[in-house]
């Protein structure tokens, strides 16, 4: 079945530490999403890439980083300049915008960061 | 930049029941409007979506209006069951060229009480 894989879907970071959530899709799309949620609040997005090896930064992208070296790949970085880190951070993926126009995101099921 | 707002924030039905939810945009250029489902610990699902060329679409028991003038969308859902419980989140998001990113309201735990 197509869909989003992330993993692991829990994990603990100690203080200084960078950790990397992994994100893999089957679905053939060509944009990827990473948002963090927050108890109550929306989806923020932090960083997105609608091709290979470009991406772009989202509302709240200090701390984090990203690589997009394949396309069903594209996993986000939490740095240990990312002060307040504990958080539900989900994937999601499209076709795409353009030509595409509006297409819907399909989300993974994410992974929940905590602080040790 | 595009601000949505979601109420209510809370909403307890009977089984059967209507449940109704509302968004609000800011952007005027906004021109597509999801709605996602989200169960505790897992991510959002997309329920139904609307473009801003449509007034209105129904899927089963569920349906989405949008009111371009005034800027609003809402989410209705008809004979609700227990499964309904959830958390829905409404989002937005404008048309034009770069314009990918959806800006999402603060969701609506919803509770259908048997």
């Known amino acids: 079945d197509g869909g989003i894989t992330q993993s692991p879907k829990y994990l603990f970071r100690k203080e200084g530490q960078n950790v990397t959530l992994s994100c893999e899709q089957n679905?053939?799309?060509?944009?990827m999403y990473w948002y963090r949620q927050d108890p109550g609040q929306g989806l923020r997005l932090i960083y997105y890439?609608?091709?290979?090896?470009?991406?772009q930064k989202g509302d709240i992208a200090e701390g984090y980083s990203v690589s997009r070296e394949k396309k069903e790949s594209f996993p986000l970085t939490v740095t240990s300049a990312q002060k307040n880190p504990t958080a539900f951070y989900l994937c999601?993926?499209?076709?795409?915008?353009?030509?595409?126009?509006?297409?819907?995101?399909?989300f993974g099921d994410g992974t929940r960061l905590s602080i040790l | 930049g595009e601000n949505v707002e979601q109420h209510p924030s809370t909403l307890s039905v009977q089984e059967g029941d209507s449940a109704v939810i509302k968004c609000t945009y800011s952007d005027s250029a906004s021109n597509y409007f999801p709605w996602y489902k989200q169960e505790l610990g897992k991510g959002p699902q997309l329920i139904i979506d609307?473009?801003?060329?449509?007034g209105e679409k129904k899927d089963q028991r569920i349906a989405v209006t949008l009111n371009k003038t005034a800027k609003h969308f809402s989410l209705h859902i008809t004979e609700t069951q227990p499964e309904d419980s959830a958390v829905y989140f409404c989002a937005a998001r404008p048309s034009g060229a770069g314009s990918y990113q959806l800006t999402f309201g603060k969701g609506t735990k919803l509770s259908v009480i048997p």
């Open positions: 999601a993926s499209n076709m795409g915008q353009y030509p595409s126009g509006n297409q819907p995101q399909h």
């Open positions: 890439s609608q091709i290979v090896n470009d991406f």
């Open positions: 679905l053939n799309h060509d944009a």
């Open positions: 609307i473009r801003s060329n449509v």
